[in-house]
């Protein structure tokens, strides 16, 4: 992989087993839209930014610095072969089937606490509800960016509000679940920064001393904001995929990467139905 930065553009070449579209839009993240000509807009790291592909070219553009290069292979996971991944789950026929169906999806390495709230938000909800409560939220209490874009408001600034102050994002009962977890953040009950390395289980009771996060919110949270591709996330559709394909357990060939077989089957699955 070669990488060219000036600033206002970014390009990594030489990627394989990357679907800029499958992975900005499988339901790991919430603010990403595609434009024409297959343009993905959003805002990330407090920055807008417009993405495509060109065959193996990744192409981000918006404000840069130096250090942003390094943010955004993080974010693709450009770091880890997916190619050999793939090809060690495709050994299962069903993974087979969704990696075949589906290829390229790569696990997006976002902000941890914007994970955490966003996937608070997701309880009880679909795609485009969580996607509007998200937009909601940022544009009421995020920074602007200016052109319509808002930054992912800190802990720290949501902390300092009630749930009556968030009564304009219309996000009901996980209101309160919001202000709990930005209090826990922002005073240090709750340390985000070891979950990418501490103990698994240990991560995910730090998680879970946040009211309203349970087993789901706690894996997405770890998977899709820490990096932790062994966390695997059970929602009603992976519950069906268990007990409908793997009710004795997961295969061994997803051992240590149970997170990114969770995607692929996770995303199959929604759209066979």
């Given at each position: 992989m070669t990488v060219k930065n000036d600033k206002n553009i970014i390009i990594f070449e030489g990627i394989n087993t990357l679907s800029v579209s499958l992975s900005l839009d499988c339901g790991q993240a919430f603010r990403w839209s595609e434009k024409e000509y297959g343009i993905?807009?959003?805002?990330?790291?407090?920055?807008?930014v417009d993405i495509s592909q060109e065959e193996d070219k990744l192409i981000l553009k918006g404000n840069f610095s130096e250090d942003d290069e390094r943010i955004w292979a993080d974010y693709f996971d450009l770091g880890r072969d997916y190619f050999s991944i793939c090809e060690k789950l495709k050994s299962d026929p069903h993974l087979k089937v969704a990696i075949e169906a589906y290829p390229g999806i790569r696990i997006l390495r976002q902000e941890s606490w914007e994970a955490l709230c966003s996937f608070i938000i997701s309880q009880n909800n679909n795609i485009p509800r969580i996607k509007g409560i998200v937009e909601r939220l940022c544009t009421h209490f995020g920074e602007d960016l200016r052109n319509g874009d808002f930054t992912f408001p800190s802990a720290e600034k949501l902390a300092l509000l009630t749930v009556e102050d968030l009564a304009p994002i219309r996000s009901g009962f996980r209101a309160k679940y919001i202000i709990?977890?930005?209090?826990?953040?922002?005073?240090?009950?709750v340390n985000l920064q070891k979950l990418s390395s501490c103990d698994i289980d240990e991560a995910r009771e730090e998680l879970?001393?946040?009211?309203?996060?349970?087993?789901?919110?706690?894996?997405?949270?770890?998977?899709?904001?820490?990096?932790?591709?062994?966390?695997?996330?059970?929602?009603?559709?992976?519950?069906?995929?268990?007990?409908?394909?793997?009710?004795?357990?997961?295969?061994?060939?997803?051992?240590?990467v149970e997170g990114i077989a969770q995607q692929y089957l996770f995303h199959w699955r929604r759209n066979v139905e």
């Open positions: 993905w807009h959003g805002v990330a790291f407090g920055k807008a709990d977890a930005a209090q826990k953040v922002a005073n240090g009950e879970i001393k946040i009211k309203g996060v349970g087993a789901k919110v706690a894996e997405c949270t770890l998977l899709y904001g820490c990096g932790r591709v062994d966390a695997f996330p059970v929602d009603v559709w992976v519950r069906r995929i268990m007990s409908e394909m793997y009710p004795d357990g997961l295969p061994d060939c997803t051992k240590t």
